[in-house]
């Protein structure tokens, strides 16, 4: 596609085809050097453990053109890191760090061109996949792997944009269980979530908000991002055995820190949602996307946060900030950001 050609007002949150994607094989116990490819489909072994037993996992982060023209990436070796730790989980080939970033620079230096530029308020996102390709029959692990990255110009997750929408709780729904996992970037959890999140998008909610799967008691997190709620100058987000730990919550809690807030990551009892001043969802796609109202339609309870559907200033601190650092408009004094050359 001719980039001129893209309408980037328009640009939603969805797959479009660029001019390459990379690749890299694990064989004989052994990673293989970095491919690229200009083709968008792979071949598989029908026994491959992707398929059969759940080996799967990725990844999402985004790549940002400043006023100045450079091309910034957010906080890519925490990727690379988390994978590593989905890797462990779930008995992947684990990808040495310096080969994750390697990819991810080559990447986005062959689809240049489908950067957004800067006025656009797009981004282009960047995703890894990790894929289990040796054939087996029995349950294990596989011998063989894929890694490879694909990219796409996106515009906003959400197209109303920057805005608090609600969110419901759903009690008959889980994401992951306790010890299962959750703290993992599998498909698995996803496919969980399809369900509820599809009712929940049926009755007019943008997520599900989660509770624990062992007692029905405390805040879990939203399907797509973490959950953080504010009050008394305090960010508070879950601590939990099943949550995705987000690289985006874990930059607004260093924010929260920079601004003079206490940063609490702990239990939140579901009543406790009553004292929030803000609440918020978190993530990579996302950034950051207020809730101005969480339904519990079990309880027939609400808890509401902005009826005009305007995010709260906290909130809104956070996103302008974060993407400022993201697009070179603010000092990246934490060292988040990598300039591709």
Same mark, same amino acid.
């Given at each position: ?123 282009? @996102?960047? #995703?890894?996949?990790?894929? *289990? $390709? +040796?054939?087996?029959?029995?349950? &294990?692990?596989?011998?063989?792997? =894929? ?25 008959? @729904?889980? #994401?992951?269980?306790?010890? *299962? $996992? +959750?703290?993992?970037?599998?498909? &698995?959890?996803?496919?969980?979530? =399809? ?147």
């Amino acid at each position: 596609m001719d980039n001129n050609a893209i309408d980037w007002g328009k640009l939603g949150f969805q797959y479009m085809d660029t001019d390459y994607n990379v690749r890299c094989y694990y064989r004989n116990g052994e990673w293989g050097e970095i491919e690229v490819s200009s083709s968008n489909v792979i071949n598989l072994h029908m026994a491959a453990t992707c398929l059969h037993y759940g080996q799967e996992a990725f990844e999402g982060l985004k790549a940002f053109r400043g006023k100045d023209g450079k091309i910034r990436v957010f906080r890519m070796e925490e990727n690379a890191k988390r994978l590593q730790k989905t890797s462990d989980g779930i008995l992947l080939a684990k990808l040495p760090i310096e080969k994750f970033c390697e990819a991810v620079k080559k990447v986005i230096k062959l689809n240049e061109r489908f950067v957004p530029p800067y006025e656009s308020g797009c981004s282009l @996102y960047i #995703r890894p996949l990790l894929i *289990g $390709t +040796g054939a087996k029959i029995g349950v &294990g692990p596989a011998d063989e792997y =894929l890694f490879m990255i694909f990219v796409s110009p996106v515009g906003p997750y959400f197209k109303d944009g920057f805005k608090a929408t609600p969110v419901c709780i759903l009690r008959g @729904y889980d #994401r992951a269980a306790p010890l *299962g $996992t +959750g703290t993992f970037k599998v498909g &698995g959890n996803y496919a969980a979530s =399809l369900v509820p999140g599809s009712l929940g998008k049926q009755m007019g909610y943008s997520a599900v908000l989660y509770l624990d799967a062992k007692e029905k008691k405390y805040v879990d997190e939203c399907g797509p991002a973490n959950f953080f709620g504010i009050k008394n100058n305090t960010y508070v987000t879950p601590k939990s055995t099943s949550i995705l730990p987000s690289i985006t919550n874990m930059s607004l809690q260093q924010l929260a820190k920079d601004f003079g807030m206490t940063v609490e990551q702990r239990q939140i009892p579901e009543e406790e949602l009553a004292t929030f001043e803000e609440a918020g969802e978190c993530g990579t796609a996302a950034v950051v996307s207020p809730i101005c109202r969480i339904d519990d339609k079990d309880l027939n309870k609400s808890y509401e946060y902005s009826k005009d559907g305007k995010p709260g200033p906290i909130c809104t601190k956070f996103y302008n900030t974060l993407r400022a650092i993201q697009y070179g408009d603010m000092e990246d004094t934490h060292g988040w950001v990598t300039i591709i050359d």
